[in-house]
């Protein structure tokens, strides 16, 4: 395929989309900040931090200068939200006027309360893509069978991302709501938290599945009270996703609300572990009450989070407003 193509971060996602991407083009170049892991990546094929046991595809060229993405045709943003705007900032007067710039981050900027699709308009246009799936990193990079969706308002753009992306076990739709797929990205994480504080606490199966019920119809309601479509809510970034972070272990939003229904709370800056639903979560409350939305799902994350009241208390509350 003659496309250039670029991979910012270097971490568990960015490796493993990469790994996919470099089935299909001749060469990628994944732009990483530590020099150490990028001359590992080069000299060793391996990306030793995230996947010592997993050989990456030779046409993988790492590099830590941005100047190298110069040429290319897509770039994919596989980075927190907190790095979006400074990494957009590099990008802007380096790369091609009609570059496709595609989003899988799954956070949301705060006071701002911008997606990370509303930043990229403020450095580019509003043709870029964003992507969203029931996709764990670890599997992808095992190629094991994965689907997601992409979107952008460009179809021209979703076609050329999805080309680059599909393989035979990697597999991609389509979707046409590029608003919806952004929340689902969000608000998946704010659910993972939901039914992990439940889960820390000990709450009963029947009670647990009746929150996450509760979430799934939040969430349709938020999207469409925010112009999105509910029918994204039944796709693979909006059901399959949400039950996926909601109901693993290997999701680390599910495990950061066990934590905190067990009231053990931990030093994030410390562990260099970024939780997108946290950092969300004072965004979509505010989003919630500008906009007149009761979501109890996202009140009991809050009060958890944010308030530090008792998940006792919080589910005792949310509990009361069941029905």
Same mark, same amino acid.
């Given at each position: 395929?003659?496309?250039? %193509?670029?991979?910012?971060?270097?971490?568990?996602?960015?490796?493993?989309?990469?790994?996919?991407?470099?089935?299909?083009?001749?060469?990628?170049?994944?732009?990483?900040?530590?020099?150490?892991?990028?001359?590992?990546?080069?000299?060793?094929?391996?990306?030793?931090?995230?996947?010592? =046991?997993?050989?990456?595809?030779?046409?993988?060229?790492?590099?830590?200068?941005?100047?190298?993405?110069?040429?290319?045709?897509?770039?994919?943003?596989?980075?927190?939200?907190?790095?979006?705007?400074?990494?957009?900032?590099?990008?802007?007067?380096?790369?091609?006027?009609?570059?496709? /710039?595609?989003?899988?981050?799954?956070?949301?900027?705060? @006071? $701002?309360?911008?997606? &990370?699709?509303?930043?990229?308009?403020?450095?580019?246009?509003?043709?870029?893509?964003?992507?969203?799936? @029931?996709?764990?990193?670890?599997?992808?990079?095992?190629?094991?069978?994965?689907?997601?969706?992409?979107? $952008?308002?460009?179809?021209?753009?979703?076609?050329?991302?999805?080309?680059?992306?599909?393989?035979?076990?990697?597999?991609?739709?389509?979707?046409?709501?590029?608003?919806?797929?952004?929340?689902?990205?969000?608000?998946?994480?704010?659910?993972?938290?939901?039914?992990?504080?439940?889960?820390?606490? =000990? %709450?009963?199966? =029947?009670?647990?599945? !009746?929150?996450?019920?509760? !979430?799934?119809?939040?969430?349709? &309601?938020?999207?469409?009270?925010?112009?999105?479509?509910?029918?994204?809510?039944?796709?693979?970034?909006?059901?399959?996703?949400?039950?996926?972070?909601?109901?693993?272990?290997? $999701?680390?939003?599910?495990?950061?609300? /066990?934590?905190? !229904?067990?009231?053990?709370?931990?030093?994030?800056?410390?562990?260099?572990? %970024?939780?997108?639903?946290?950092?969300?979560?004072?965004?979509?409350?505010?989003?919630?009450?500008?906009?007149? /939305?009761?979501?109890?799902? %996202?009140?009991?994350?809050?009060?958890?989070?944010?308030?530090?009241?008792? @998940?006792?208390?919080?589910?005792?509350?949310?509990?009361?407003?069941?029905?």
């Amino acid at each position: 395929m003659d496309l250039n %193509v670029g991979v910012i971060g270097a971490g568990a996602l960015g490796t493993a989309i990469s790994q996919q991407i470099s089935e299909n083009i001749s060469e990628l170049i994944l732009l990483l900040r530590n020099k150490e892991l990028c001359d590992d990546i080069n000299n060793l094929g391996y990306n030793t931090q995230y996947y010592p =046991n997993s050989k990456l595809n030779d046409n993988i060229k790492a590099t830590i200068d941005i100047n190298d993405l110069s040429d290319c045709d897509i770039i994919f943003l596989a980075i927190p939200s907190s790095a979006f705007r400074k990494t957009l900032e590099d990008l802007k007067p380096i790369v091609k006027k009609d570059v496709i /710039i595609v989003t899988t981050a799954k956070g949301i900027e705060y @006071p $701002s309360l911008k997606t &990370m699709g509303k930043i990229i308009e403020e450095y580019f246009d509003d043709n870029y893509v964003a992507l969203s799936g @029931p996709n764990f990193a670890s599997e992808i990079m095992l190629n094991l069978p994965t689907v997601t969706n992409i979107a $952008s308002k460009s179809y021209e753009n979703s076609l050329k991302v999805k080309k680059v992306l599909t393989t035979k076990q990697f597999k991609v739709k389509i979707i046409d709501d590029i608003c919806g797929i952004e929340l689902c990205g969000i608000l998946k994480n704010i659910n993972a938290i939901a039914n992990g504080i439940c889960e820390g606490m =000990n %709450v009963n199966e =029947n009670a647990r599945f !009746g929150i996450l019920t509760r !979430g799934f119809k939040d969430t349709i &309601m938020i999207i469409e009270a925010m112009g999105g479509k509910s029918e994204t809510v039944h796709e693979y970034c909006g059901f399959g996703d949400l039950i996926l972070t909601s109901t693993s272990h290997e $999701s680390r939003n599910h495990t950061l609300g /066990i934590l905190y !229904g067990q009231r053990l709370i931990i030093d994030e800056n410390a562990s260099g572990i %970024v939780f997108e639903g946290k950092n969300s979560i004072k965004a979509i409350k505010e989003i919630c009450s500008n906009n007149n /939305i009761r979501s109890g799902t %996202v009140n009991f994350v809050y009060d958890v989070i944010i308030k530090k009241i008792t @998940p006792t208390k919080a589910f005792n509350k949310l509990w009361e407003n069941i029905e």
